[in-house]
């Protein structure tokens, strides 16, 4: 990420800020990095910081964070934790909203992630654009999904399918409006879909105006149930 900053913003008081906890053990650089970007913003900043596995629950209860940062590993050794390590930190602070980092020991870590109770999922592409997004849409109570990874999900989502009648009305979208109807059956709003895939938000309403004329849709429960019905997304994605 890049972190070519001069100056911190005005802003809200601390207390007024989301505050955000990074338990980035491992890559003491990357966590640096990241305090930045977020430190930098004019509604967040970097509460605490973990250096050790073995203090990250303490820490976590102790400044009761809106937002945890988490390195996807376990607390206890070797091998892949992720799912035991998310669990571990939401119990130790159940009103924090946890954005895990993509981890390569697992060959679906955005599902593995979600399953366990993350509210969100960076990949190591992500740009400090795209965190802040993530910190965001979390604190809002929305689960948020890299372009990336819904990209991905779209791409494999048409590999598997068979093929289908070209009247569909799903076949009739686009890469974009399929991007788009992910998100907003996430809960994305349309200033969250703008963000993150670096749209106006005037374009993300017209694309979203579409996919809701062309598949005969009303509001976001008929979205989600379209999604799921598809098999687009499931409740362990949601």
Request: one cysteine or more.
């Amino acid at each position: 990420m890049t972190t070519t900053r001069d100056s911190k913003p005005e802003g809200p008081p601390e207390a007024a800020r989301l505050g955000v906890m990074l338990a980035i053990v491992d890559f003491p650089m990357l966590s640096a990095a990241l305090r930045d970007v977020i430190d930098h913003e004019r509604d967040m900043c970097v509460i605490a910081e973990a250096t050790s596995r073995d203090t990250i629950t303490e820490q976590a209860k102790a400044m009761n964070p809106d937002v945890i940062v988490l390195e996807c590993e376990g607390f206890g050794g070797a091998g892949c934790s992720t799912y035991d390590a998310i669990e571990t930190v939401r119990a130790a602070s159940p009103h924090a909203k946890v954005i895990a980092l993509d981890c390569r020991c697992t060959t679906e870590p955005f599902s593995v992630v979600l399953k366990a109770g993350a509210h969100g999922f960076l990949t190591r592409e992500a740009l400090d654009s795209d965190l802040v997004a993530a910190v965001r849409s979390v604190a809002a109570g929305h689960t948020y999904v890299s372009p990336a990874i819904v990209t991905r999900m779209v791409d494999t989502y048409v590999r598997k399918t068979p093929e289908t009648s070209a009247e569909e009305p799903y076949e009739q979208l686009n890469d974009r409006e399929r991007q788009i109807l992910l998100l907003a059956a996430m809960g994305h709003t349309n200033r969250d879909i703008a963000r993150s895939l670096r749209l106006s938000e005037q374009t993300v309403h017209y694309n979203r105006a579409n996919v809701m004329e062309k598949l005969g849709l009303h509001d976001r429960v008929d979205l989600l149930r379209f999604t799921v019905r598809r098999g687009l997304l499931t409740p362990s994605t949601l």
